[in-house]
């Protein structure tokens, strides 16, 4: 066989297992296969760019939302976490409570804007008994 013709199937193997390998480790694909239920609904099919302010306070005191939240290899674990960005779909950059919500590719589900996906990456408590550490009790 050609030494030209041997080098061109080479080449071609190699583009193609990059195209294969990039499709089948396509991390938002992944997490788009990880809801369930209603979290799974499709609400975009070209991605979202959404910037929600929060505000926390827990018995009359307002709580800090840092800066850098989901941003860095620290958040690499985490489901939504694009390695191309090297942060999490949804993250701050300054403190103050500007969420950043940057889900580039579709289909976004449901379950990518909830606000407790933006907890699950910050790694703090929150579910309707709990924020942060203060829990529900009788008195409120």
């Known amino acids: ?16 297992g990059s195209i294969i390998g990039i499709t089948m480790n396509n991390p938002q694909q992944k997490l788009t296969n990880s809801f369930t239920g209603e979290d799974n609904d499709t609400i975009s099919e070209q991605g979202v760019h959404y910037h929600p302010e929060l505000s926390i306070v827990i018995n009359g005191q307002k ?17 939504f976490y694009d390695p191309m960005m090297k942060m999490t779909d949804i993250h701050t950059h300054d403190p103050g409570g500007v969420l950043h919500w940057e889900v580039m590719d579709g289909p976004v589900k449901k379950g990518h804007v909830k606000l ?8 703090k408590t929150f579910t309707k ?12």
């Open 1 to 16: 066989m050609d030494k030209g013709v041997v080098i061109i199937i080479g080449i071609t193997v190699v583009i193609l």
């Open 116 to 123: 407790g996906s933006f907890f699950n990456v910050w790694g």
């Open 63 to 79: 709580q800090e939302i840092p800066a850098n939240i989901g941003v860095g290899a620290q958040y690499a674990s985490n489901k």
């Open 129 to 140: 008994d709990q924020i942060f550490e203060a829990k529900n009790a009788d008195s409120g």
